[in-house]
């Protein structure tokens, strides 16, 4: 059931229907089982892996809150977060893992038949599992309280807006919302609404529009010029930024309706100037469980600088890794970490230049946002071959510009919504216009998502990962 | 209200007042002219139109692509002195569709004789499912009405009328680049519209044995009520399939379905119940002829239409 769907408009309307007329209890009850409904829509048999998760989290984050010798206590801290892993292990890299390994012992002239187990990846699988790992974790280092009561903790775990893309929210931000009694008022609901439709414009205008530029260059790319390659690049950069931004707002909007605030995961990372900025404005909620749950205990940049490189590497790759079980994203993690090396001595000087407003400041903002565009290169090709043919097409200038898609211009709105949006300072700023431009902007955006949007029902690139 | 939410308010009348006058002044299918629709919708809009035309009709052919593609009404014009209108859409519209067409040509053209309903056997095997998922039907439905058919459209179908509605369209250059001009071109050769030859694999895999879909049935059988009462026949006739030797059981079965079929009901005789089999080289795309086999095929026709009417 996708976001921009019939199906979940409907839905959506029952859910909220039933969620309006009880108390705290049914609503956190009817929440947990329209989660679950959600969720079964695509797979009811992977119901039982997010049930087997938050059993074994639940019982783990009580026994980690009762026990004070700090070995127990370690032990199962260890054990949530191995059988976490274990599960992303099992569903998600087993395949890629055993298949490298074959291919790998091939190369060293030895044939042997890889046991491959051909699982579908469950949806959502590397969002959830996450999240219970941070929960545990957050326990055993004291941040959080774990809750009693069973059946608010699955709702922590399976809450059906961020169930399947995030954001992968903490125990910190999210439980306390579930626990405590909550009303949604009407200033919840324009908040909410606005962030549907913000969301909405963004997938099904440019993302999904943008998805016919890129698809078919990058499937067949030898027959690009140089214009359309880097027009096909600089189209996937901006599709994978509203495909996914786009389901994160109306994640945040649809949760808002019930009177829960997600957290914020990208903040205009396109405005950053430097890799550690992009990195904190682009999927915050993945980059910032990273630093706290991998960098931070790896040792960070506490121990000299030659390990902190190590760890940026480290984190990076599997960072990579994350998005997917294959060589492209690992390739695409080890280049963001190269970036993050790079960068790191000249860090203080790109947030000084954030806060200017001058030329080079801009100057400098496109020349990274085109270092940025290369790592979606890496990222969105599917193999070596398909690289180096790609990196052909960029250089092909002796068939001149070649047919240039209308739809590239889509860009523009967005650009000129984010310009305005990083200028003031607000994401909220398009509610801040007069009153006439503000439902005339609305107006010129409720005609674009129907004259414009694609309403083929295509899936959120996120939804793979 | 407005003091409090003065943006949400105007908003929706901005909305309010663009879909009123946009329904007032475009086609409630299509949006024409106002923007181009999809072919399939473009199709259907316009033999829609051309039902409702003030001209002098004797025989309508209604049916899927391959009579679109596969009837020429001049050939059959010159041959009998007839005039004759080709109604054809495409296979999603579904007999239901076609049925709506055919009993809007009836009540509008009380010179009518008959009504030719030419499919190929795959048509007439489409399921409910299929055909509802797909949305021609409700869309036509909800845009001009059940024309006095007990059918209602489903929620499904509204969202589908109302997204395909307002989305713009690149109109494809094997359709005439536009829709105004496809329109053009459609009544200048009476609703035909000749194959264009391609290179693509025309060979389709037919199953043992041929099953009707029993909603299909349905429609046949209000159809016949319905056109039985203003005194129009409806003849039934299979379109040409490529030759293959797996399709001999295939045709067997088929051949016998619609024999059957034409025997329950009063008002329907089969003209064709065994799709003729063309050579490869007859077709452009799958169910589609070449326009000399489209006058083949339309001359195959004639002495079957004149004797059923005599």
Redesign the interface.
Known sequence: MLFNS?EFAVFLGIVLSLYVLCNHRKQNLILLISSYVFYAWWDWRFLSLIMLSTIVDYFIGLKLHQSTDQKIRKRLVASSVTFNLGLLGVFKYYDFFAGSFVDALALGGIQVQPILLNIILPVGISFYTFQTISYSIDIYRKEVTPTRNFFDFALFVAFFPQLVAGPIERAKNLLPQIIKDRKAGLADF?VGGYLIFWGLFKKVVVADNLALIVDPAFSNPSGLTAAQALIAVYAFAWQIYCDFSGYTDIARGVARLFGIRLMLNFNLPYFSLSPGQFWRRWHISLSSWLRDYLYVPLGGNRKGEFRTYINLSIVMLLGGLWHGASWNFVLWGAYQGLLLMVFRPYESFFNAMADQHTLKRWLWNIVFFHLICFGWLLFRSSSVESLTSYFGALLNFSQGIGDIDWRIYLILPILVIQVLQYWKNDHFVL?KLP??V???V??AM??LI????Q?GQNEFIYFQF | MLKK???LI??IL??FA?ESVYYLMTDPLTGHPW?DPTVDDGMVAAKYAMAGKDNHYDIAFVGDSSCLRGVVPEDFHRSTGLDVVNLCTHKMHSIAGYSLIATRVANLHPELKAVVMVTTPETMALRETQIIEYGALDKHLIAYGNEGLDFAPT??GF?QW??SR???NDFPDKFEGSYARLVEVLNERNGFLPEIPANGNINRQYPKEFKLASWQLTWLSSLNEKLRVNGVKILLALSPIPVSESNSSFLQSTEMTINELSDSFSNIESIRSRPPEYPAAAFGSPGHMLPEWASKNTLDLIPRVMTALE
Not at chain 1, 450 to 453: C, R, T
């Open positions: 019939f324009e509610s009153v006439i503000r439902a005339a609305y107006f409720y005609c129907f004259g414009v949007g309403w | 939410y003065p943006t105007i908003f901005l909305v663009f923007k929620f499904l969202r109302f997204v307002h989305a713009m």
